[in-house]
């Protein structure tokens, strides 16, 4: 007589190992990428993480707290109106904000148009924010080759410096932290576009676009973060004052009272001390 039929085993469904695999595989090269790094790259750091949610979550919408920042500027310079003479932008370093020279400082000086002042308040007041207080702000100024010669700018070295300082300056006045800051001028060393042509001759348009100011804005790396939490702690300690000197005083006072001996003279350099109520004539 035949046994019963033997059941065929189903096959397993192993479709799921490709998935949780590649989200390890990830997961690996994200920790080895952390223990690698000597110094922190901050932006690239931002950028693998975003790269890592995508991979494994599906988040495509995800934006990058750099990004974020790039489109809060965008949104100040649209509601000013300022897209001509303001450009935002973002390099593999952070976002970048030129300024049109001509529309910000006077011909030939430092000094900042009081009709562009709301526009470097607005950024300011975006770069101070707890959000984003963790950015370095570098200010680069930018001249053409026209030489200038004068008693407060001997030459465009002295000038780009002066435009990159006062928006520093002007930052620090909006209560931005001046750790995050610096301030540099290149002169003419760094032209986007040729200032003359072949026979040496001016171009005026190329060398108004080569009068700039750039607003470099990044990440800081995390030993500069530090830095500034503990600045930040410094500024919140108390410090002792008068009041806390004279309590300190007294109370040192009343403890050398306590510890001197019936009929001990008094130390020399210590003031004497005062006659308690029964004393009193």
Do not use: C
């Amino acid at each position: 007589m035949a046994g019963p039929a033997e059941i065929p085993e189903e096959a397993e469904e192993e479709e799921w190992i490709l998935t949780y695999a590649d989200a390890i595989t990830l997961l690996m090269a994200f920790f080895v990428m952390l223990l690698t790094f000597s110094k922190y790259d901050i932006p690239a750091f931002e950028e693998v993480k975003k790269g890592i949610s995508e991979a494994v979550g599906h988040r495509d919408n995800e934006q990058t707290p750099t990004e974020l920042l790039k489109i809060e500027i965008e949104d100040v310079v649209a509601s000013m109106q300022a897209e001509e003479v303001a450009k935002v932008t973002k390099d593999d370093k952070g976002i970048l904000i030129e300024l049109d020279s001509s529309a910000f400082y006077k011909p030939g000086s430092a000094d900042i148009l009081n009709q562009a002042r709301p526009l470097l308040k607005n950024v300011s007041d975006l770069l101070v924010s707890p959000t984003f207080r963790f950015y370095n702000v570098e200010i680069e100024g930018h001249t053409d080759d026209d030489p200038i010669s004068t008693p407060r700018y001997p030459s465009n070295w002295e000038l780009s410096a002066g435009r990159a300082t006062r928006v520093a300056r002007f930052f620090v006045k909006s209560k931005i932290d001046p750790l995050r800051l610096k301030a540099t001028g290149f002169a003419a060393t760094r032209p986007v576009v040729p200032n003359r042509d072949s026979k040496g001759k001016p171009l005026k348009k190329n060398m108004a676009k080569n009068r700039r100011v750039i607003i470099r804005v990044f990440p800081m790396d995390l030993k500069k973060r530090g830095k500034i939490k503990q600045a930040e702690a410094i500024k919140l300690t108390p410090k002792l004052g008068p009041d806390l000197e004279a309590q300190f005083k007294k109370r040192q006072e009343e403890l050398n009272k306590r510890l001197r001996k019936p009929g001990q003279k008094q130390p020399p350099g210590q003031p004497p001390a005062k006659p308690g109520p029964a004393q009193k004539k």
